[in-house]
């Protein structure tokens, strides 16, 4: 009896918790809760261009207990969900990766890889907006993204066969939207998890659907182009706030998106914010590697274009405290200046200004130790439209800052009201620690009322923490 209890209880079968909830509830909206065998079948059929696959029941059974299928795979899972539930899924929402972390996004090698990465990325940053900001990047990663968009052949053609079809002007209307995400960053910085997350999710709902669409391959090229435009915005924003490693990630799918769009205009642009991240970031010579990169790729580049590359890269150089080669690449950026013809150049390089430049000579022979050819660049760096908040603070804080290294507290304190004046309306990691490193140059000062009265009036707005 006690032999025959024994066998009875090993007859009976051991079934796993489900760990993949995510998974599993994916599959029960979609009606395929009870149906793995027919979810599986929709599967293989739908992944035909991969050659035959046999995937089962027992397939989705390991699945949902912890197996993590090929990125091709889960790709084509999505596009069995997305006909079946009638709305874009993306990869992320599968489960298959933790939603806490930042995958390590590398440089896509094709365009398809691209368009599953942008889709995952924006699907968990929807989630991860108030996450505690990270501070790293991974240097080997942004450098090997410069060198593969650089040298990695182009793309033969970038036409797909989706769900919904893509016209020309649905692509044209998504560059509305992104001067409209630029000006609320140039308002209110970066920083701002709202506006983060009204980006992202529209990023889900409305962009990646089109990139996973049908349009021929002069369609594709402009929506990747107008894709790595948003890609490039939210990068930048999120740089901004502190979040170096999802800016990171950005800028790597926006590269090879604009890599697919034929664009190496706006790729050089986007490897001088890489490098401008780099040098905030202490990545002086990481900074002027990633910035000659973008010079040398943007070859015979409109005069705004090629004045803002070579400002990123005196601003490495000075960070270097390379003082010949910084000079020089100012004196070729303020040359490319004059010559700017508004017609000829790229949108997204309009904002790029004489103020623009000040301020970032301003900085660069400020790192040099050239105070006083420094605040030469003063006033001409306070030549901003009022939408350009952030940057009248960052510049602000900047010139009272070199005037306090150079002696002249009466002129750093006035331009510190200045800039105490402007900083509360603008939400940015960047003018957070501008202004910190304003305040530790004035702190030897503070017997000082007028200093005294300053450091309280940014205590206010800065807290201790």
Known sequence: MTFGSHANSEAQPVVRPVTN?????LLSEAGYGNAHAAFARQLNHAGRPYGTWRYDAASVYWWLRGRRPAD????????????????????????????HTPANITYPASAAHAIESAAQLWAMLTKQVDSQANRTIDRGVALQAA????????DKSVSRTGRQPVTAAEVQSLYALADHFTDLDRRHGGGSPRTRALMADFLVRQVAPMLHGTYTDAVGRELMRAAATLSGQLAFMCYDAGDHAIAQHHVTIALRLAKAADDRLYGAHLLANLATQAVFLGHAQDAARLAEAAIDSADRAP???RARLYTTAASAYGRLGEKSACQTALARAERALDRVNPQASPRW??????AHYAGTALKCLSDLRLYAHALRYASAANGLADRNARTLALHSALIAMTHARAGNIDAACHWGRAAARQVPDV???????????????????????????????????FPPK
Request: charge should be positive.
């Open 427 to 461: 939400q940015s990691a960047r003018v957070e620690r501008r202004v910190g490193d304003l305040i530790a140059t004035l702190n030897p000062h503070q017997a000082l009322p007028e200093v005294n009265s300053l450091l309280h009036a940014f205590g206010t707005t």
């Open 349 to 354: 390089v309009a904002y790029f200004s004489p």
């Open 72 to 99: 091709h795979v889960q790709a084509t899972m999505t596009d069995v969900l997305n006909r079946r539930l009638g709305r874009p899924v993306a990869a992320a929402e599968l489960g298959f990766t933790a939603a």
């Open 303 to 305: 005069a705004a274009v």
């Open 21 to 25: 909830r995510a998974f599993d509830a």
């Open 147 to 154: 060198f593969a968009w650089r040298y990695d052949r182009p």
